[in-house]
Each structure stands twice: as structure tokens, then as C-alpha cells.
């Protein structure tokens, strides 16, 4: 067992002895952000999860996610539970002074592409780790 601790934003760190059981990363060349999540079991038989978003560029800053579960059920939910749609920022200002509608509509479509392509991008590897670890 090993002692951690494990960034947080808006929080302490997250700090535990325990043992990592599993670790999926999505990382892409050609996407700007990637996940990486983890589970953990504590040295007091509880479970740990992590969700870190990862960003290739140097204007944006890297989110890092951490939750404790009472049950492995409650740990894997969190996984479930969590929307990467919130880590999704607009590319350009919305909105904003002599935009048209047509404009404003086009802005949200691409937003809403967007936050469903993060979503899928997560889903995929939430899936596959989840595969993986019942495989174990």
C-alpha cells in the first residue's frame, strides 16, 4: 500500500494509504484535452475515484477530480455520474454586441457538438475501463 494525495479543484487534496486498482487514459494526438481515470482501494476497505481532464494547451488548465465510496456500486457510479460537459469551454465569446440570431444559433450549434463529442469521447472510456475491470 502506498500513501497519497491527490489534487483537487476547489478542495483539499484527497489524501489516503491505499492500492490503485485500475487506470484508463483516452489521450489522443489529435483532440486538445484528454482523461485520465483511476480507482483505488483504501487501506480501510473503502474506494477512492479519480477523473483528471488534461489539456494540450498551455492556456488551459488541467482539472483534477477526486471522491471517496463507501462500496465499489458507489464508486463506479460516481464514474457514471460525472458530466465532462462542464469542463467544455466556448472557443469564442457567445453572444456579444451585432450578433445575429442565425449567428447565435450557429454558436450554440457548435457548442452543443461539441459538449456531445467530450461526452462520447468519456463514455468510451468510462466503457472500456468498466469492461476491463469486470474482466479482472
Do not use: C
Not at 37 to 53: S, W
Not at 98 to 118: C, T
Amino acid at each position: 500500500m502506498l500513501d497519497y494525495s491527490l489534487r483537487r479543484v476547489g478542495a483539499r487534496p484527497l489524501q489516503f494509504r491505499g492500492a490503485e486498482l485500475g487506470m484508463a487514459m483516452s489521450f489522443t494526438p489529435d483532440l486538445p484535452y484528454w482523461y485520465e481515470i483511476n480507482l483505488f482501494r483504501t487501506a480501510d476497505g473503502g474506494f477512492v475515484t479519480a477523473i483528471k481532464t488534461f489539456f494540450s494547451s498551455v492556456d488551459e488548465r488541467d482539472v483534477f477530480r477526486a471522491w471517496q465510496a463507501d462500496t465499489l456500486d458507489e464508486a463506479i457510479s460516481q464514474f457514471e455520474a460525472f458530466d465532462p460537459a462542464q469542463d467544455v469551454r466556448p472557443q469564442a465569446k457567445l453572444g456579444g454586441a451585432g450578433l445575429s440570431a442565425a449567428e447565435l444559433y450557429g454558436q450554440a450549434l457548435e457548442l452543443q457538438a461539441r459538449i456531445a463529442a467530450v461526452r462520447q469521447h468519456y463514455a468510451a472510456l468510462l466503457g472500456e475501463f468498466l469492461y476491463e475491470l469486470d474482466d479482472a
